[in-house]
């Protein structure tokens, strides 16, 4: 018998192998200056981030949640106003309207992307809406040109959740730059992936900047004075210092990941048992992650991988609508058919960046032979 291969979903040890001197030395000498909060890598790294994504400003963040948390805070979002976003998400999405006081109202996706459906977003808009929130999922940017038109005619705030997205085009804009802010999350999952937890808010208002960074630090402008009630929302200078290092990698890393997932295509070319996820023209996707629809022997697929050592994840099995904590919003099973419908039926497989074609053919090979039974 041949040698096992295994596939994980992500594999962040292959990816620290390759940069370990690096960020130990970027590691070090945040030890060594013990200048553990508000560093001087915390703005050097808000300054490249910013330039990577085609932002005047980045405002460094505990976390992609307090990143959408800060926002919607220093919007001034809060009790009586509803804010407008998808149901298919990780759920910071939803969480953090609701933890502001406001309310969460969905509108279901667009099938072939995932992403919220712009053509059913007016229908959703009331006196009460403030902002809306698209979700670049997986890394593909939502279909943003409707979204800032009807924000633009009602007057609401745009606030990408670009967590999945860093770098991610659509019309040759950047993620995260087109709307009033966008967020970003560092989480080690991410394309861009700290030593812990992170996040940043991107916004092309200086103004917006200047406040989101007051709000990050309990809204005080001069120490122990408050004009505003923020938070503790900062990002960790060790943070930064590790981040520098790997945004260096970055585009080669979803270089990597948009090859892979060519090759999964090519794979499953012709193959009409698994849909593979489709980018619009207008897309530049980072694939965040790739996902599959297999229809309704998911599970069993999920299981079948499982056995022969190949990591996969669901996301998301539970739509936010229907999550039990939101119960009181009075949405039902059936309200957003295309969001419960991916919820059932998609899959999503390792992408990462150090994947080898051979690890990639083992997957898709696997996946067919279970499928083709
Ligand atoms: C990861 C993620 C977040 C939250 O980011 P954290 O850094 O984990 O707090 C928010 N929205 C989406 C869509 C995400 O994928």
């Known amino acids: 018998m041949t040698e096992a291969i295994r596939v994980p979903l992500l594999d962040l040890k292959a990816q620290y192998k390759t940069i370990r001197e690096e960020i130990r030395a970027a590691v070090d000498q945040v030890l060594e200056s013990q200048y553990f909060i508000n560093g001087q890598e915390v703005k050097q790294l808000e300054e490249a981030v910013a330039a990577y994504s085609g932002s005047k400003k980045g405002v460094g963040v505990s976390s992609g949640t307090d990143a959408l948390v800060c926002a919607l805070m220093t919007l001034g979002i809060g009790p009586g106003d509803e804010v407008v976003t998808t ?81 991610a085009k659509y019309k040759g804009k950047t993620a995260g730059s087109m709307g009033t802010a966008g967020c970003l999350s560092f989480f080690p999952s991410k394309n861009l992936g700290g030593l812990g937890d992170g996040g940043m808010i991107l916004t092309n208002d200086e103004a917006l900047a200047e406040k989101l960074a007051f709000f990050r630090m309990h809204g005080s402008q001069t120490k122990y004075y408050h004009k505003f009630v923020g938070g503790n929302f900062r990002l960790d200078t060790l943070q930064a210092a590790g981040l520098l290092v790997k945004l260096n990698y970055l585009e080669g890393w979803s270089e990597k990941r948009r090859q892979n997932a060519k090759l999964y295509n090519r794979l499953f070319e012709g193959f009409d048992k698994v849909v593979t996820p489709k980018v619009r023209q207008e897309n530049v996707s980072i694939f965040n992650q790739y996902v599959i629809r297999v229809g309704p022997k998911r599970n069993e697929l999920m299981a079948f991988l499982k056995e022969n050592n190949i990591g996969t994840e669901i996301y998301y099995p539970v739509s936010m609508h229907e999550q039990e904590c939101f119960a009181s919003l009075g949405y039902k099973k059936g309200d957003f058919p295309e969001s419960e419908k991916a919820a059932g039926e998609t899959l999503a497989l390792p992408i990462y960046a150090e994947l080898t074609d051979d690890q990639i053919g083992y997957v898709a090979g696997k996946i067919k032979e279970f499928l083709s039974k």
Request: glycine share 4%.
């Open 87 to 167: 149901p298919y998400t990780f759920f910071a999405t939803a969480g953090s309207i609701w933890r502001v006081g406001a309310k969460p109202v969905f509108v279901d996706i667009d099938p072939e992307t995932f992403n919220i459906n712009p053509a059913q977003i007016e229908r959703a808009v009331t006196e009460k809406t403030k902002a809306i929130i698209p979700v670049h999922l997986y890394g593909q940017c939502a279909d943003m040109d409707p979204i800032l038109d009807i924000a633009k005619r009602h007057h609401l705030y745009v606030i990408e959740d670009a967590a999945q997205a860093i770098g």
